[in-house]
């Protein structure tokens, strides 16, 4: 816990990104950072207060300049994206990785070179740990990581990692904190999972109910705002209390669904890729099959904090933003009542 | 197969000076006394049952006789209240329909769904425990009445029923919930991953297990897996080997309890007399079985025949009292393994000494 006493200035990746502007207007707010230099390719859609944006693309050795005039110390690297969606602009998926990959590998190699930068935050997910019927129930962040298949986003951060494990083998004078995040709901961040649950009618896995937890964007800022400020070195998994299944999920919701068995799941998904802006890709798909639940308490032990909002409120708050699915508990409610008493009036 | 060779009934079965041994005498042994708590242990809690002895004659109360209790005492009481009986049993119904439907319940962290399990699953299984397979259970006491413990069967019969049966019997009897451990085809499969992690299952991996055990639950492993559920019929009731050990390596590290369970009658309900090992390895299965009855009989040969099935519960062997770092000492672990292995297979040659009939 050393703090790096005057002059603490942040560079937060992909302020374009809600995730990513939020947390450079927390940090600007926080008397212990003295600035916040703000990249991305986008300009951010709201204002930034007292951010300094720098329009630069962390693909470009460009960043290395960034890291010396500005004299950062502190790293937070949110631009890995899970979507192919960025800053408002649908792009392509193999743009996408090349922003996520080659960009971390370029910042990594000027972080190497900047002598000033003493913290680097990454922000990860859970979808590193993969989801197949052979792996534990729940990881822990000793579970050694398997080679990511496919090419979807699960991929890309089980690549990042590994980056930026390599590169805190080369400084080991920087503290690397890697935040494993679940699936982060609220912020319409344009996750996978978030984009699903919109779908108006879901298509499930037939005989699958995978697990899976939530983040709330509240606790996802949070504990990113609490890994920039003091050094907590290690990866930690970050989720909401409480394991959820996904038909439980969709029920609270109100969803709709329609069971696809899983040799033809590849195939709505591409339909869907025409309609919705959701990619249904072997990653997620593997994910609404399998699921993947994460042990949280390394986090809670280093960190001495818990997410607020448990997953079942994390839902609870996205059903409030999205709206809810035809099927309220309210209607449901109804039809038991007018049920029993139709039942009791037979004499049941 | 080696490691299946019939072990004499002549030998003396005793504790040979090793912590707990399943003697399966009348009065348990020092280590299965000390294992019980102070004042609530298994024990005292079902007085009446008294120590089980195999030479028993059946008793009605130890046959799997949990039938729901409010189904006859609707017929016994007066008309009003039993309609006021009904109407609370209608309530509760669509009540519990509509938390269903709505989503408001709660699984733990690796799906299980406590309120279906009771509820639903038990009910579908419990009338094939009672009425089909008839299982006599003994040694209830056994079971440890809370905290973790880890339960160690033998497994046959082609198809896993044996997993769910013991599943009912220590529901209904123990009054604990079984937490089985399965071979990862289970998670693979549709309907049948979905089923088995609401039922409380996972996947058969130290990482899972310890986690359990050490949240105190009861653990059910089956560790000949595929080559005790998928062996010929000729070689019924001779135990595969016991996987690696892993269960024992786990129940040491978390100090838990090993209580082994012998199971009876499962291998005559899918007599397995051949297999189709290039058909099954086209479809991804460990074996695809021929029975007398499957394919033959189509559907109709998927049904069970209805043997008569005995559970007996042995003395649980305590874990707790060897040194540090016990899990890691692999000649330890096979030996616990060995012992766990010859206690069970021991009692199942007893208790065919002592059945009638396979059917009866």
């Excluded at chain 1, 050393?2 to 502007?21: D, N, P």
């Excluded at chain 2, 998670?187 to 088995?196: D, K, Q, T």
């Amino acid at each position: 816990m050393s703090e790096v006493g005057m002059g603490r200035v942040v560079l937060v990746t992909g302020v374009a990104g809600s995730l990513g502007s939020e947390t450079a207007r927390r940090l600007a707010a926080d008397a212990a950072v003295d600035k916040v230099v703000g990249v991305d390719v986008l300009p951010p859609r709201g204002d930034l207060g007292a951010v300094r944006f720098v329009r630069a693309d962390i693909r470009n050795p460009v960043i290395a300049k960034v890291l010396a005039v500005e004299d950062v110390d502190t790293v937070a690297h949110l631009s890995v994206s899970t979507s192919p969606v960025t800053g408002g602009r649908t792009t392509g998926r193999t743009s996408v990785k090349e922003a996520n990959v080659i960009g971390t590998m370029q910042l990594l190699a000027a972080c190497q070179r900047a002598p000033g930068v003493r913290r680097l935050v990454l922000k990860s997910s859970t979808a590193v740990y993969g989801s197949s019927p052979r792996d534990p129930a729940i990881f822990t962040e000793n579970t050694a990581l398997k080679s990511p298949r496919g090419s979807g986003h699960a991929k890309d951060f089980a690549e990042v990692e590994g980056y930026v494990r390599g590169f805190s083998r080369r400084r080991p004078d920087i503290a690397v904190t890697v935040l494993r995040c679940a699936d982060i709901l609220g912020g319409q961040l344009g996750t996978p999972l978030e984009q699903y649950l919109q779908l108006s009618v879901l298509p499930t896995v037939l005989g699958f109910d995978p697990r899976l937890q939530l983040l709330d964007v509240e606790d996802a800022l949070e504990v990113i705002h609490r890994a920039v400020v003091v050094d907590h070195p290690g990866t930690y998994n970050v989720a909401a209390d409480g394991v959820l299944v996904l038909s439980q999920v969709l029920r609270r919701l109100g969803k709709l669904t329609v069971a696809v068995p899983s040799i033809a799941v590849g195939t709505v998904g591409r339909a869907l890729r025409h309609t919705s802006r959701l990619d249904l890709n072997g990653d997620f798909i593997a994910f609404l099959t399998h699921g993947t639940a994460v042990d949280t308490m390394a986090l809670r032990a280093e960190f001495d904090w818990t997410p607020r909002w448990a997953g079942a409120q994390t839902l609870e708050r996205f059903a409030e933003l999205v709206g809810h699915g035809p099927v309220t508990a309210d209607r449901v409610r109804h039809v038991e009542q007018s049920l029993a008493a139709v039942l009791t009036s037979r004499g049941w | 197969m080696a490691d299946a060779e019939v072990i004499p009934l002549s030998v003396p079965l005793g504790t040979r000076g090793r912590p707990g041994r399943g003697s399966r005498n009348a009065t348990p042994s020092q280590a299965a006394r000390s294992l019980a708590p102070a004042k609530s242990g298994p024990k005292s809690r079902r007085p009446a049952r008294g120590p089980s002895v195999p030479v028993d004659p059946p008793r009605p109360v130890s046959a799997v006789g949990q039938v729901d209790p409010s189904a006859p005492a609707t017929e016994q009481t007066a008309p009003p209240a039993a309609a006021d009986a009904g109407r609370d049993r209608l309530a509760a119904a669509l009540a519990f329909l509509r938390r269903r439907l709505t989503g408001d319940y709660d699984v733990d962290e690796l799906g299980f769904d406590r309120e279906l399990t009771s509820t639903v699953f038990m009910s579908i299984l419990r009338p094939l425990a009672t009425k089909w397979f008839r299982i006599e259970v003994r040694g209830v006491e056994n079971i440890p009445a809370d905290g973790g413990a880890l339960l160690v069967a033998n497994h046959s019969g082609t198809v896993p029923v044996d997993a769910l049966m013991t599943t009912v019997v220590v529901h209904d009897h123990a009054r604990r919930h079984l937490r089985s451990l399965g071979a990862d085809l289970v998670f693979a499969l549709p309907v049948v991953s979905e089923l088995a992690r609401k039922g409380g299952a996972t996947l058969a991996c130290n990482d899972d297990a310890e986690r359990m055990l050490a949240a105190g639950e009861l653990v059910g492993v089956w560790p000949e897996g595929f080559k005790g559920v998928g062996k010929p019929y000729s070689e019924r009731y001779k135990l595969q080997r016991f996987g690696r050990g892993g269960f024992v390596s786990a129940a040491i590290r978390t100090g838990v309890p090993i209580v082994p369970c012998s199971i009876v009658g499962a291998e005559e309900i899918y007599p397995l007399v051949g297999n189709v090992p290039t058909l099954a390895r086209l479809l991804g299965l460990p074996y695809l079985p021929v029975t007398p009855f499957f394919p033959w009989f189509g559907p109709l040969g998927l049904v069970p025949l209805p043997s008569k099935w005995v559970i007996e519960f042995g003395e649980p062997i305590r874990t707790d009292s060897f040194p540090e770092g016990g899990a890691d000492d692999p000649m330890l672990v096979f030996n616990l393994t060995d012992q766990v292995r010859e206690t069970i297979q021991q009692t199942l040659y007893d208790l065919l000494v002592h059945r009638k009939h396979i059917f009866f």
